[in-house]
């Protein structure tokens, strides 16, 4: 007889969708925690600029792997997926229901699918040369290392590519990914039109340089995360660094900000409808996802 897998609940989508909200709604009236899946919020001092969920945001639902990883360090996939399978067996144990939510698809992917990711040890001066190279220059070497992963990497992605690249030096190539799902899995994807999400995205950039994104990069700079570290963290982190290094003007940098979070959230969008297993909703259908999730945790024990 097989053994029962732990159910969970993924909770995924663009940026903008308003994933962190229903989620701490629909988790605080079904008994649920929450793990988040964002390869940014993951880091001490990343905030406003990542969207990290306030204490008030949360509604009192306990969030996890928020804040464990230092700016200045790389952080891998393989370390979140560690911490996040402890956390997701924690949860279960205290007859609690395991939520992950977030957008970054790799994330989830390592979760879903229990990928088996490769044990490299990371180069901190390989890193520390990548850094300072563009994302085009670093696909360019990882084409050249390994054809078969540049074809399936996010191009646009520096710490995804700097990875391959580490991986493929030391392993002459970027191995295929094994998988071994630990969990029985409800994948509830929230989408919005274009227009609507366009609107989302430029509101939130207004919102988060009135709450103190900029200074909150001038503070990470203080703390010494070196400009190259702070663009290997894409989006606003990178081009706020621009900014304050004299490289572009501050109506370009807004210009740019929201032209690329645009493109970012069509790149996730790619990435998700590869997964024919994801329910794809309204976020205003909230009824809808409540029924949905409590037949998937019918019988749950």
Do not use: C
């Not at 081009?239 to 493109?263: C, D, P, S, V």
């Amino acid at each position: 007889m097989k053994e029962k897998k732990i159910k969970i609940i993924v909770i995924l989508g663009q940026t903008a969708t308003g994933k962190s909200d229903l989620a701490a709604r629909i988790a605080k009236k079904l008994n649920g925690e929450i793990i988040s899946t964002d390869s940014r919020q993951v880091y001490k001092g990343l905030d406003i600029g990542s969207g990290k969920i306030t204490k008030k945001e949360t509604r009192g639902v306990p969030h996890y792997l928020l804040d464990v990883a230092n700016p200045k360090r790389q952080f891998s996939v393989a370390q979140y997926k560690k911490l996040a399978d402890n956390k997701i067996i924690k949860i279960y144990k205290t007859r609690k229901i395991p939520f992950i939510v977030g957008g970054s698809g790799f994330y989830i992917q390592a979760i879903v699918d229990g990928l088996v990711l490769p044990k490299v040890k990371p180069n901190n001066k390989l890193r520390k040369k990548l850094e300072k190279k563009s994302a085009k220059e670093l696909f360019s070497m990882l084409k050249k290392l390994d054809k078969n992963r540049a074809k399936k990497i996010e191009k646009d992605n520096p710490r995804r590519l700097i990875r391959a690249i580490e991986i493929a030096k030391a392993l002459g190539k970027v191995p295929k990914l094994k998988t071994n799902s630990k969990y029985e899995t409800l994948q509830i994807g929230l989408k919005l039109s274009d227009k609507k999400l366009k609107n989302n995205i430029h509101k939130r950039i207004v919102s988060r340089i009135q709450s103190g994104m900029i200074s909150e990069v001038k503070k990470l700079r203080a703390e010494s995360v070196s400009w190259e570290r702070l663009e290997s963290f894409g989006l606003e982190y990178r081009f706020i660094a621009r900014y304050l290094q004299g490289k572009i003007k501050k109506e370009e940098m807004l210009n740019k900000l929201e032209t690329e979070i645009w493109h970012f959230a069509k790149r996730q969008i790619r990435w998700f409808k590869k997964d024919a297993r994801i329910k794809w909703f309204n976020p205003n259908e909230i009824k809808k996802i409540e029924i949905e999730i409590t037949n998937f945790l019918d019988n749950y024990s």
